[in-house]
């Protein structure tokens, strides 16, 4: 069993709609939980992180954490094409990240 | 400062063929990452650096692969004797010791096809 799962999805919302992701993870040793963004043939880049259970909010992205359910989720409010990548979640121990699988998300103009 | 830097983008090589991959980081991150990701997967630790000292390597690592970063700046992941199980893309990431919070950058990755 992987430490975090992801549903790999393909995910497809229109224009405009929320976009809800999550993953679970096994390790209670994580100590900081991050959101990543990756297109096409790119490095993942950083959205967002955290290392307390609750919600933290930027702009269209809000990143919860409930560290009791080993529970992670990124919503995405007014979503746009733009926003159209695969989105990693990624949980870091002793300086070492371990990644979902990445879900795939399509916003339809 | 341009980000994380990686060369080449893409390689092409023939199986049992050695290649070397160059990483140069953000200029003030001390910290150096390689990570592998392998198509429909999340990117997968391979080692890291702290200065020039390789303080980690993860069991993925066999022996055919090695990890330098000579003088705590740039650094060069070798394969040897590629096998086309090495196809992936390899990334770099750097961070600094200095701060809060996980600043991870990562490079846009070196894409290896064995053939």
């Known amino acids: 069993q992987k430490e975090v799962e992801q549903d790999p999805g393909p995910l497809s919302v229109p224009e405009g709609a929320i976009v809800s992701l999550n993953c679970t993870y096994s390790?209670?040793?994580?100590?900081?939980f991050m959101w990543y963004r990756q297109y096409s043939r790119k490095g993942p880049e950083l959205l967002m992180y955290t290392y307390s259970s609750g919600n933290k909010e930027d702009g269209r992205f809000t990143a919860q954490v409930d560290k009791s359910s080993k529970y992670i989720s990124l919503f995405i409010r007014d979503s746009q094409p733009s926003d159209s990548a695969t989105y990693l979640c990624a949980m870091e121990r002793d300086y070492k990240l371990s990644f979902g699988a990445g879900t795939t998300v399509t916003v339809r103009a | 400062d341009t980000g994380v830097s990686q060369n080449p983008r893409h390689k092409i090589t023939k199986r049992g063929q050695n290649v070397t991959f160059r990483c140069d980081p953000i200029?003030?991150?001390?910290?150096l990452y390689w990570y592998r990701q392998t198509l429909g997967q999340g990117p997968e630790f391979l080692t890291y650096?702290?200065?020039?000292?390789?303080?980690?390597k993860s069991r993925l690592l066999s022996d055919r692969f090695s990890a330098e970063r000579p003088k705590g700046s740039f650094s060069t992941l070798e394969i040897q004797r590629t096998e086309q199980g090495d196809s992936a893309m390899y990334l770099c990431?750097?961070?600094?010791?200095?701060?809060?919070?996980?600043?991870?950058?990562f490079g846009s990755g070196t894409r290896l096809t064995v053939v």
């Open positions: 650096f702290q200065n020039e000292a390789q303080l980690e």
């Open positions: 200029s003030e991150h001390n910290r």
């Open positions: 390790n209670s040793a994580f100590q900081y």
């Open positions: 990431a750097s961070s600094s010791t200095l701060g809060q919070g996980p600043g991870y950058t």
